[in-house]
T-cell receptor
Framework: GENVEQHPSTLSVQEGDSAVIKCTYS??????FPWYKQELGKGPQLIID?????GEKKDQRIAVTLNKTAKHFSLHITETQPEDSAVYFC???????????FGKGNQVVVIP | DAGVIQSPRHEVTEMGQEVTLRCKPI?????LFWYRQTMMRGLELLIY????????DSGMPEDRFSAKMPNASFSTLKIQPSEPRDSAVYFC???????????????FGEGSRLTVL
């Protein structure tokens, strides 16, 4: 089955700096790659996603890049702010896009 | 929209007891997913339903776990008998699949934190 791995597991950055989280996946048939943000005591919430027909997508301070050949994709957060502190999950579609396999999550801490 | 609603938010029970977790998906969504979250294993898909029919339950860990979706607005996840290793946060998520409104996004509830002593 699909195996999704995230690196690093914990990331601390100074406010204003950039944060980058990388994910790798194993199933070459995966074609949808979302990123979810989970704040303490809440459920994960979609922040950005990318499909396999594009290599990069940007939404304000957040961007995602995809390299299908290497089977990895990354989340980039620029000008980090304290409210960016959360756990971030990457995911990849499996089984014809009806299901998602999630990575184990990255704890991002933005230091004011 | 109220979003996905889960209950209870917290449950503490003793080993051997039956646990029932409940989920109300977003109105109009036709797919519902149950996930389990632990520190060790992250988010694991347990089962998902499409149009109230279980499609894939390969993630259900054991026969002690069962899930039902009697109608489009309600689902339950039951653990009987519960064990300490079942302690986790259980999330329900819903989405709209197979239509022009299918964006791929899963909408998660706030989770049910289960502690089995």
């Amino acid at each position: 089955g699909e195996n999704v791995e995230q690196h690093p597991s914990t990331l601390s950055v100074q406010e204003g700096d950039s944060a980058v989280i990388k994910c790798t996946y194993s199933d070459s048939a995966s074609n949808y790659f979302p990123w979810y943000k989970q704040e303490l005591g809440k459920g994960p919430q979609l922040i950005i996603d990318i499909r396999s027909n594009v290599g990069e997508k940007k939404d304000q301070r957040i961007a995602v890049t995809l390299n299908k050949t290497a089977k990895h994709f990354s989340l980039h957060i620029t000008e980090t702010q304290p409210e960016d502190s959360a756990v971030y999950f990457c995911a990849a579609s499996i089984g014809g896009n009806n299901r998602l396999a999630f990575g184990k999550g990255n704890q991002v801490v933005v230091i004011p | 929209d109220a979003g996905v609603i889960q209950s209870p938010r917290h449950e503490v029970t003793e080993m051997g007891q039956e646990v029932t977790l409940r989920c109300k998906p977003i109105s109009g969504h036709n797919s519902l997913f149950w996930y389990r979250q632990t520190m060790m294993r992250g988010l694991e898909l347990l089962i998902y339903f499409n149009n109230n029919v279980p499609i894939d339950d390969s993630g259900m860990p054991e026969d002690r776990f069962s899930a039902k979706m009697p109608n489009a607005s309600f689902s339950t996840l039951k653990i009987q008998p519960s064990e300490p290793r079942d302690s986790a946060v259980y999330f329900c998520a819903s989405t709209m699949r197979g239509s022009g409104r299918d964006t791929g996004e899963l909408f998660f509830g706030e989770g049910s934190r289960l502690t089995v002593l």
